[in-house]
């Protein structure tokens, strides 16, 4: 069973920076698409960037590229969301999810297992 902690989140004003970790355990392969997803109140769950364990590859939704960088720490088993240049619409509750698939997907359905979430607030 794969299990997903997502940490790093908080309130910053609207310029600043974050970075997201989420740290995985219960692998059995180092083969998983590794995605981060937000949701603000009232809104559908939003990919914004995924990453293939094995080899580094990503994708990044429109809306979040040249301010969003996704990379990996494969000794820790923990993917980070570095986020800059925050904009007050990017306030939102931020998952980590997990798939066993080489395909990077940035819909919520494709993933099987979730972290709890990470309160992300920006204000103007």
């Not at 919520?108 to 309160?119: E, L, R």
Request: with cysteine; glycine share 12%; aromatic share 12%.
């Amino acid at each position: 069973q794969v299990q997903l902690v997502e940490s790093g989140g908080g309130s910053v004003q609207a310029g600043g920076s974050l970075t997201l970790s989420c740290a995985a355990s219960g692998y059995t392969a180092n083969h998983y698409c590794m995605g981060w997803f937000r949701q603000a109140t009232g809104k559908e769950r939003e990919g914004v960037a995924a990453i293939y364990t094995s080899g580094g590859s990503t994708y990044y939704a429109d809306s979040v590229k040249g301010r969003f960088t996704i990379t990996q720490d494969d000794a820790k088993n923990t993917v980070y969301l570095q986020m800059n240049s925050l904009k007050p619409e990017y306030s939102a509750m931020y998952y980590c999810a997990a798939r066993p698939s080489y395909r990077l997907g940035l819909k919520a359905a494709g993933y099987k297992w979730w972290g709890q979430g990470t309160q992300v607030t920006v204000s103007s």
